[in-house]
């Protein structure tokens, strides 16, 4: 997934760790997974009609096993997250 007109995030900034890591135990309650997040690497944000896009680069371990996951996560002007994909 690609977002024109992309925003980029600081990776260190705790709201954008913050979002990675509803993104991560989301995944693992929908997947059954037990993804723990590492670190966001990079990423953007769009804002469109229902919020903000948070589109995150992020490095997870799962089982001793370090991946980079892409994901995007749907922040509503209410504050509600919502996990759109975790590729």
């Keep these: 997934m690609r977002v024109l007109d992309e925003t980029p995030v600081d990776p260190n900034d705790p709201n954008v760790v913050g ?3 509803f993104a991560v ?3 693992n309650k929908q997947a059954q997974t037990n993804f723990e997040l590492v670190k966001v690497n990079a990423g953007g944000t769009e804002v469109i009609l229902d919020g903000t896009v948070y589109q995150l680069n992020i490095s997870v371990i799962e089982s ?14 209410d504050g509600s997250k919502e996990l759109m994909s975790f590729e």
């Design 25 to 27: 135990d989301e995944r």
């Design 19 to 21: 979002i990675a890591k």
């Design 64 to 77: 001793q096993v370090s991946t980079t996951r892409l994901v995007a996560i749907l922040v509503h002007p």
